[in-house]
C-alpha cells in the first residue's frame, strides 16, 4: 500500500482529519515507531560563545553585566535576542543568591501629629547568611 492510500484509510477513521493522519509517524513491521532523525540547527550565539567566555573571565570584579556583553557582542555582529544570551550567561555563571535584606520597621513617634507615619529602614548585609 502506497503512502497515499495509508493517509486517505487514516483520514476516513473516526475522528480523525487529513492532518492526523498525515503526522502519524511511520512504523516498523512490528508496529514499533520509526524515530525521526532531527537535526540541531546552530545557534546564533554558537560563534560568539568564546568571547563571552574571556568577557565573564576578564571582568569578574564587578561582574559585567549581561546586557553589557549583549553590546560588545553585537559589536562584532550578533543579531540574536538577549533572553538566549541571558540564559546561556547564567549557565557559565551558575546560579548565584544576591546578598539578604534585612526590614526594619519603627513604630510613630509619639509627639509626631503631623502625618503618624513610621519609618522603615532597608539594610543590605553582604556576607549575611540567610537562614
Known sequence: ???TADITRIGHQPGAGNTN????????????AIPRKTTMKPSKLD????YIS???????QPPVTTQRVLEK??????????????EYVASIRGKQAGDPVVYVETAPASGDRTTGASTTFILRTPGLKKR
Open 73 to 86: 557582542i553585537r559589536e562584532k555582529g550578533y543579531q540574536g535576542g538577549r533572553t538566549i544570551l541571558g
Open 1 to 3: 500500500m502506497d503512502h
Open 47 to 50: 560563534p560568539y560563545k568564546e
Open 21 to 32: 493522519a498525515q503526522a502519524k509517524q511511520p512504523e516498523t513491521e512490528t508496529g514499533q
Open 54 to 60: 574571556e568577557l565573564l573571565d576578564k571582568y569578574r
